[in-house]
């Protein structure tokens, strides 16, 4: 059985930084985040949904949500099938559960859209 995996959440001061982890992990199917674009998503409470960032397959590539393009930044350690999501000068605003997502292709051209398999995702907060 394949999981994704998010960890690095927690509780943060504005202005303060957190660097999220997605880990692939299976019970011997052979899956691995490796052939996939990889995608960020988060949802706070009362609100749809938003797609944060996409890595392409071979971490070239990255494209950001407006509302956090210059301040997140997605990378990936394909040997260690492991995608991490990098969030600088977080904001009150920002405070949400966060999903990490692969995508059905092995590029990226929108951050949002029909992913394949979904982490059970981590709570990040920002508060004083």
């Known amino acids: 059985q394949v999981h994704l995996v998010e960890s690095g959440g927690g509780l943060v001061q504005p202005g303060g930084s957190l660097k999220l982890s997605c880990v692939g992990s299976?019970?011997?199917?052979?899956?691995?985040?490796?052939?996939?674009?990889i995608h960020w998503f988060r949802q706070a409470p009362g609100k749809e949904r938003e797609g944060v960032s996409c890595?392409?397959?071979?971490?070239?590539?990255?494209i950001y949500a407006d509302s956090v393009k210059g301040r997140f930044s997605s990378s990936r350690d394909n040997g260690k099938s492991t995608v991490y999501l990098q969030m600088n000068n977080l904001k009150p605003e920002d405070t949400a559960t966060y999903y990490c997502?692969?995508?059905?292709?092995?590029?990226?051209?929108?951050?949002?859209?029909?992913?394949?398999?979904w982490g059970k995702g981590t709570l990040v907060t920002v508060s004083s």
């Open positions: 997502a692969t995508d059905l292709l092995d590029y990226c051209d929108r951050v949002d859209g029909p992913m394949d398999l």
């Open positions: 299976d019970s011997g199917s052979g899956f691995t985040l490796d052939y996939h674009a």
């Open positions: 890595i392409s397959k071979t971490g070239d590539a990255t």
